[in-house]
């Protein structure tokens, strides 16, 4: 990513401007930007920690408690540099939020994707950002445009068929919606939850072993790893029921963003979905208002 001083400039000497004069293009830099320096806040945390309280091993290597006596003894090192580093990305992660909060909110459908739990002012303005909905006639373009269309393939000495930071966005999302799932007002976080335990039933019940047979014959797996012990008796592992399950919650927000986009866009309500209009499936989940 291209280091971009001009955007680090509006922040530090005039955020209320920025916020005014933000593009969709600032927009995409400062959210990656933005998990760029969350990284290194929690790096920066990290190594305070570890000097404010040090690992301690035994003789074959393994971590250990240290002793009472070794705890009292300990003397951290200075840290003030780290301390000033990790108070520096705070700093700028709260102009960012605030930048991409009022970004967000002067976008037609702002105030409803920050209406959803999970979804907070960066996830937000990275929709916002990344997706123009009159290149977008059906939720599937989206979904295609994030990569999260399994059909999709991404062929030797061909350009990527998806937005690699709108991939990364979603699996973010994905994670986000996992961290609500308790939370009362809720929607997408219960729907990975109920698709999670759909996906187990039928896992378990073998219906998943073509699928578990293909896996072990295109992709190279370790003998010696759990996902393999699964495979090898036709069972997705669990990280696979996991990621299935997000990608179904985020798809389905995917296609609730969609369809509120495309009526306030447009004046009219989007296509009906695929499996709808095409396939005959009556159920349809319909968006929060």
């Known amino acids: 990513m291209e280091f971009n001083f001009e955007t680090l400039l509006k922040l530090k000497k005039d955020v209320r401007k920025a916020e005014v004069i933000l593009t969709d293009k ?45 705890e009292a003894a300990y003397i951290p090192e200075p840290h003030e540099n780290l301390d000033a580093f990790k108070d520096m ?6 102009n960012m939020v605030s930048i991409l909060k009022n970004y967000a909110a002067n976008h037609p459908i702002g105030d409803w994707l920050m209406s959803i739990t999970g979804i ?15 290149q977008c006639p059906t939720a599937g373009h989206i979904w295609s445009y994030a990569g999260l269309n399994p059909e999709q393939k991404w062929e030797k000495k061909t350009k990527r068929p998806w937005n690699a930071q709108l991939k990364t966005l979603c699996w973010k999302i994905g994670e986000s919606f996992v961290k609500v799932s308790n939370n009362p007002n809720d929607v997408y976080g219960k729907l990975y939850k109920q ?29 010696d790893t759990d996902a393999y012990k699964s495979y090898i008796i036709g069972k997705l592992p669990p990280a696979h029921i996991q990621s299935r399950s997000k990608r179904y919650a985020v798809k389905i927000f995917l296609s609730h963003l969609h369809e509120y986009w495309y009526e306030h866009h447009y004046g009219q309500k989007p296509p009906a979905p695929y499996p709808i209009a095409i396939l005959g499936h009556a159920h349809k989940i319909d968006k929060p208002e």
Request: negative net charge.
């Open 120 to 134: 907070g002012p960066v996830l937000a303005a990275g929709l916002l950002a990344h997706i123009d909905i009159t």
């Open 26 to 70: 600032e927009a995409r830099y400062i959210v990656d930007l933005y998990y760029t320096l969350q990284d290194n806040r929690i790096a920066s945390e990290g190594q305070i920690r570890a000097i404010d309280k040090p690992t301690f091993y035994d003789e074959a290597g393994k971590k250990r408690k240290p002793t009472k006596e070794e």
């Open 195 to 223: 698709r999670k335990e759909y996906e187990q039933v039928k896992n378990e019940a073998g219906e998943y072993a073509e699928q578990a047979k293909r896996k072990l014959t295109e992709t190279k797996i370790g003998k």
């Open 89 to 94: 990305f705070d700093t700028l992660e709260s």
